[in-house]
């Protein structure tokens, strides 16, 4: 089956009680490695359904299994990395660039800037527009 926004070949997969759609190509994946930053893993999910996290990258004959990666249709994933010095939620967007919501309030949609000289405590600077999707989840107030 196609995503109905952008077109891309998806498949569901049942998981917890719900239906979750992931991409159509499965991933082979490792086991995360003591010490690697949340940037390296990738939420997969097995064939049947299990959640699990994974690195894309190793020695194939180290391979722990394949699974297929939750379609994002475009949002950008960021990973939260705590709080601020005013308890605002600060996140990673995967490359380095640190970004903080600046109203985390429930029911408000996201807000998001990134960090003046990119440091944890910075002010907020420029807002970045797009859809994102929060891993674990959104923090908010």
Same mark, same amino acid.
């Given at each position: $089956?196609?995503?109905?926004?952008? *077109?891309?070949?998806? +498949? !569901? +997969?049942? @998981?917890?009680? %719900? @239906?979750?759609?992931?991409?159509?190509?499965?991933?082979?994946?490792?086991?995360?490695?003591? *010490?690697?930053?949340?940037?390296? $893993?990738?939420?997969?999910?097995?064939?049947?359904?299990?959640?699990?996290?994974?690195?894309?990258?190793?020695?194939?004959?180290?391979?722990?299994?394949?699974?297929?990666?939750?379609?994002?249709?475009?949002?950008?994933?960021?990973?939260? !990395?705590?709080?601020? @010095?005013?308890?605002?939620?600060?996140?990673?967007?995967?490359?380095? !660039?640190?970004?903080?919501?600046? =109203?985390? %309030?429930? *029911? %408000?949609?996201?807000? +998001?800037?990134?960090?003046? *000289?990119?440091?944890? =405590?910075?002010?907020?600077?420029?807002?970045?527009?797009?859809?994102?999707?929060? +891993?674990? %989840? !959104?923090?908010?107030?």
């Amino acid at each position: $089956m196609k995503c109905k926004n952008c *077109g891309c070949e998806v +498949i !569901r +997969i049942r @998981s917890g009680g %719900r @239906s979750v759609v992931c991409d159509a190509a499965p991933i082979t994946y490792w086991h995360v490695r003591d *010490g690697a930053a949340m940037s390296e $893993m990738l939420s997969l999910l097995t064939p049947n359904g299990e959640s699990i996290y994974g690195t894309p990258a190793g020695k194939l004959e180290n391979a722990v299994g394949v699974a297929y990666h939750p379609h994002t249709c475009g949002l950008l994933p960021i990973f939260h !990395r705590g709080r601020d @010095s005013w308890s605002r939620p600060v996140y990673d967007d995967g490359t380095g !660039r640190l970004l903080v919501d600046v =109203d985390p %309030r429930a *029911g %408000r949609k996201p807000d +998001i800037c990134t960090k003046q *000289g990119n440091a944890f =405590d910075g002010e907020p600077c420029d807002p970045v527009d797009g859809d994102f999707i929060f +891993i674990p %989840r !959104r923090d908010t107030w």
